[in-house]
């Protein structure tokens, strides 16, 4: 359940980073401004549950690491190439976390190495490689967007691994999720300092802020569900979020923003389900300590 609506939540996001887009709204404005308010929603439950995050040296560390390779990195990644790559592309390459994850998690020892789940990989790879091939090969192709879209898989599943490895002994996911939002807004909003870069709002109308305020709650559920995703799950099928939010993310995309079906979209989406279900069936369990 935790799975399918975090990742309900992570296409949803997608598309609405592209509605942002269309109406002018910077992707640094829209992910510092909604992230402020999820950080702000997830600290007023925590206090409400009396479990407000905890501050020290260690905890510090975790919230600027995790926040800057799973948070402000990956995302401002992905909401800056939205206009130029499309939301359907972005919500497809979310679906790499798991493969790259799982790669990390057999070089560093965390899973034993199985036939099924190296399928798996291969698979998803492959039909990763036929999306991005196609895109690439468009006449007209946005090679560094593209590029630096495909990056941002990399840095998630960075992330992943990071979270469980360095997970602070007794605490829990609803008091961490507050802290690495708050440690984001910190990088993103030292991001708006730098020139060319604007963290200002259209304020003529109501729908930028409509659509934050909606980022927002999109957020603060699709964080919170990481973290207990995380905890119960492990950094791979934590990973998997990015495969359903594809599933929501891409038909929105086509059927309601007008997109139009990235090429090689059937062969690919049959491999990297192939990829998925044979990484699921093979399922093995972690061999480092998971977070409690």
Do not use: C
Not at 101 to 112: D, F, H, N, P, V
Not at 214 to 239: D, E, H, I, N
Not at 254 to 267: M, N, S, V
Request: glycine residues 10%; charged residues 10%; hydrophobic residues 60%.
């Amino acid at each position: 359940m935790y799975l399918l609506s975090g990742g309900a939540l992570l296409g949803l996001s997608t598309n609405l980073a592209k509605l942002a887009g269309d109406i002018q709204l910077s992707a640094l404005a829209f992910l510092f401004w909604s992230i402020l308010g999820a950080a702000l929603i997830l600290l007023v439950l925590a206090a409400f549950r009396r479990n407000l995050p905890p501050v020290n040296v260690r905890t510090l560390e975790y919230y600027s690491i995790s926040a800057l390779l799973g948070v402000a990195g990956a995302n401002l990644l992905f909401f800056s190439a939205i206009p130029h790559v499309g939301a359907g592309f972005v919500a497809l390459i979310i679906t790499l976390p798991p493969l790259l994850t799982y790669i990390g998690a057999l070089t560093l020892k965390m899973e034993r190495f199985q036939v099924l789940r190296a399928s798996g990989v291969m698979s998803a790879l492959a039909g990763a490689f036929i999306l991005a091939f196609h895109k690439l090969s468009a006449p007209d192709a946005d090679y560094l967007w593209i590029l630096l879209a495909l990056i941002g898989p990399v840095l998630l599943a960075i992330g992943n691994l990071y979270r469980t490895l360095r997970w602070p002994e007794g605490v829990s996911s609803d008091a961490l999720a507050p802290g690495m939002l708050i440690a984001a807004t910190v990088i993103l909003i030292s991001v708006g300092f730098l020139p060319g870069f604007s963290l200002s709002v259209p304020t003529d109308r109501s729908l930028p802020f409509l659509l934050i305020a909606l980022q927002a709650v999109v957020f603060a559920g699709q964080f919170l569900l990481l973290f207990m995703l995380q905890k119960s799950g492990g950094p791979v099928f934590l990973s998997l979020l990015g495969s359903v939010g594809a599933v929501v993310g891409v038909p929105v995309a086509i059927l309601l923003q007008g997109e139009a079906a990235p090429e090689g979209l059937l062969l690919g989406t049959l491999l990297i389900g192939a990829g998925i279900a044979l990484l699921n069936i093979g399922k093995a369990k972690p061999l480092s300590r998971e977070p409690t």
